[in-house]
């Protein structure tokens, strides 16, 4: 097949996107396909009928992770001035001549449900989950809405706006130590610990930084655990044990340990499953993600968010989960492009 690989965009996830996205193109290539890797927002010089000639070498368009999220300003300089809004140069013309297009996009306007409505509008196959069940698991305050509705636990917790900063409404807010997140962010890119009044203040503001919501949560303390999900059924637990906080720079430098399979009684890898499988439905998701999760001494769980679009890189979860089962990266790219044609 002909097929896109759409990564890059304007997230501050973009490096962690242009990553992933090299990697699935690989994969898919070395399943035969003629794979054109693409970003978003950057587009391409490439003549959209010359795409999947094999001439363009997409192994030099991309960067390792690096330890410190984008600039997503001198992104914006790179392409300058340009007539086509977010989309790139070429970028709908390429997508049209595929037969399907491999998101492998992270955050906002990729994640979020906006490019799938768009792709949808214009007739364009592409792989995860529709624009609607996208838009909800973007949002983690609907998300906690939808999952607790439907008796899965989370963390005692509410959203704020900045807004709600300027006039006091957090004052509210008395439960210590807790966690402070950007409502529509990925990577743990924002988020931050607050053990008194002092750092929740401080946690907010920088939260505001990204974007005008933000979601606070209890804080538990237990271990943490990742649970891919494929065609609606759960992969082995995975456990993540990490050197301090689990923030962007300890994500994707290396000083994050994870056991996969999670060294943990059949009785709780069930209940892990079980609750992953059950989040899945309750989003109304579709082919693959990825569900977060604590659990306290007392084998409680509580789940902290959905991944619509994991992370595909060397070191995501969603590929180290399906190697448990046989199915390595180029497998499991290949059965997510078969899945995704099929709600077509």
Known sequence: MNITVLAGGLSAERDVSLTSGLMCAKSL??????????????????????????????????????????????????RGDSPDGFFGKNVIEICKRSDIVFIALHGANGEDGKIQATFDLMGIRYTGSDYLASANAMDKGITRRLLIADGIKMATGTSYTSEDMKNGTTNEWNIFPCIVKPCCGGSSIGVSRADNREEFDRALRDCFRYEN???????????????????????????????????YKNKYSGKTLEVCPAQISEDLEKKLRDAAEKAFASLRLCVYSRFDFIVDENEDIYCLEANTLPGMTQASLIPQEAAVIGLDHAALCDFIVKKSLERF
Do not use: C, N, W
């Open 213 to 247: 919501e933000a979601v606070v949560e209890q804080f538990i303390k237990g271990r943490e655990f990742s649970v891919g999900i494929l065609d609606g059924k759960a992969l082995p637990a995975i456990e993540i044990i990490a050197d301090g906080f689990y923030d």
């Open 29 to 78: 290539k070395a399943k035969g396909h003629k794979v054109f890797l693409l970003d978003v927002f950057m587009g391409t010089d490439t003549a959209p009928e010359k795409a999947f000639d094999g001439s363009v070498d997409f192994e030099s368009q991309t960067a390792s992770i690096a330890s410190d999220e984008p600039d997503l300003e001198k992104i914006k300089e790179l």
